[in-house]
């Protein structure tokens, strides 16, 4: 769980490979058809961005099109996680045209997710700039590629919660009730896995304070309205805890009330929509020189 670093950190490049290999093969099949009607010359072409948006996902960009032709040529006019405005020229390539159009699409479709990925991410994390509440991610992710769209909230600004259901323990009402309280639940779960990181969910102020006392990582309060989630957030700060507990709200959150949340002054708070209402970002490679 990388909840306390915002740094990006550079993607594993075997997973960007195993990622991209198993969409060319998707995408392509047994050869490109239509591809292999051009003359297979050395062509330009140029990467451009139709709408604004937070660039992400040039490490898969790039595979595509190395595996395909790895001599190709990829000159990049913007960094990874860049704000760019409508008509950006990205990148200009150059290669072989029937390599560089076959990769085309699979290609775009890693940029445009990831693009789309960040830019949502950004929208979030400047709504509560200057409060202190980080934003994190879910596991609500697009499946087989978790890492890369938790990587493209890295690049946006946010922060991770939980890889998996392998890296943190994380207590919901199912593991409350067939443990028959919060403080035997954390109990069962520190003896099993002392080393990981325990998050619990709780659902009373009650329930909070038991958590509180019980000991655990990060507390996620769910779906509790206003005056109950300040309270939460006073109880959790008074001695004798005094903050050391962070509180995570989840459930319900939409850009909106988001400040509102932040003020209140919770640690996190997680969003689903990050990687679950994925609006990819417009864009198009062309073959040729970029305009004028």
Same mark, same amino acid.
């Given at each position: 769980?990388?909840?306390?670093?915002?740094?990006?950190?550079a993607p594993?490049?075997?997973?960007?490979?195993?990622?991209?290999?198993?969409?060319? %093969?998707e995408?392509?099949?047994?050869?490109?058809?239509t591809?292999?009607?051009?003359?297979?010359?050395? *062509?330009?072409?140029?990467? +451009?961005?139709?709408?604004? @948006?937070?660039?992400?996902?040039?490490?898969?960009f *790039?595979?595509?099109?190395?595996?395909?032709?790895? *001599?190709?040529?990829?000159?990049w006019?913007v960094?990874?996680?860049?704000? $760019?405005?409508?008509?950006?020229?990205? @990148?200009?390539l150059r290669?072989?045209s029937? !390599?560089? $159009?076959?990769?085309?699409?699979?290609?775009?479709?890693?940029?445009?997710?990831?693009?789309?990925?960040?830019?949502?991410?950004?929208?979030?994390?400047?709504?509560?700039?200057?409060?202190?509440?980080?934003?994190?991610?879910?596991?609500?992710?697009?499946p087989?590629?978790?890492?890369a769209?938790?990587?493209? $909230?890295?690049?946006?600004?946010?922060?991770n919660h939980?890889?998996?259901?392998?890296?943190?323990?994380?207590?919901?009402?199912?593991?409350?009730?067939?443990?028959?309280?919060?403080?035997? %639940?954390?109990? @069962?779960?520190? %003896?099993?896995?002392?080393?990981?990181?325990?998050?619990?969910?709780?659902?009373?102020?009650?329930? +909070?304070?038991?958590? +509180?006392?019980?000991?655990?990582?990060?507390? +996620?309060?769910?779906?509790? *309205?206003i !005056?109950?989630?300040r309270?939460?957030v006073?109880?959790?700060?008074?001695?004798?805890h005094?903050?050391?507990?962070?509180?995570?709200?989840?459930?319900? $959150?939409?850009?909106?009330?988001l400040? !509102?949340?932040?003020?209140?002054?919770?640690?996190?708070?997680?969003?689903g !929509?990050?990687?679950?209402?994925?609006?990819a970002?417009?864009?198009?490679?062309?073959?040729?020189?970029p305009p004028?």
């Amino acid at each position: 769980m990388s909840t306390s670093d915002d740094s990006i950190g550079a993607p594993d490049p075997d997973a960007v490979r195993e990622d991209v290999l198993r969409a060319l %093969a998707e995408d392509i099949g047994s050869g490109d058809v239509t591809a292999a009607l051009l003359p297979d010359a050395a *062509d330009d072409a140029y990467l +451009l961005c139709k709408q604004d @948006a937070v660039v992400c996902g040039r490490p898969w960009f *790039d595979a595509c099109h190395r595996a395909l032709d790895p *001599d190709v040529r990829i000159d990049w006019r913007v960094a990874e996680g860049d704000r $760019v405005a409508a008509g950006t020229v990205l @990148a200009t390539l150059r290669g072989r045209s029937r !390599a560089l $159009v076959s990769a085309e699409r699979t290609a775009l479709n890693f940029l445009q997710t990831l693009c789309g990925t960040a830019t949502t991410t950004v929208r979030y994390v400047d709504a509560v700039r200057g409060t202190g509440t980080r934003i994190l991610d879910t596991r609500k992710t697009i499946p087989g590629l978790r890492m890369a769209q938790k990587y493209a $909230v890295r690049t946006g600004g946010g922060c991770n919660h939980r890889m998996g259901l392998h890296d943190a323990v994380m207590l919901k009402e199912n593991h409350v009730r067939a443990a028959g309280s919060i403080p035997a %639940a954390i109990q @069962a779960a520190r %003896a099993m896995w002392p080393a990981l990181p325990l998050i619990v969910e709780v659902e009373t102020l009650a329930q +909070l304070q038991q958590a +509180l006392d019980a000991g655990c990582d990060r507390i +996620l309060i769910d779906d509790f *309205d206003i !005056a109950t989630r300040r309270e939460a957030v006073r109880i959790a700060a008074a001695a004798p805890h005094a903050g050391s507990i962070p509180l995570e709200v989840s459930g319900g $959150v939409d850009l909106d009330g988001l400040r !509102a949340i932040a003020e209140d002054g919770v640690d996190y708070i997680s969003v689903g !929509a990050l990687t679950k209402h994925v609006s990819a970002i417009d864009l198009s490679m062309k073959l040729g020189p970029p305009p004028a």
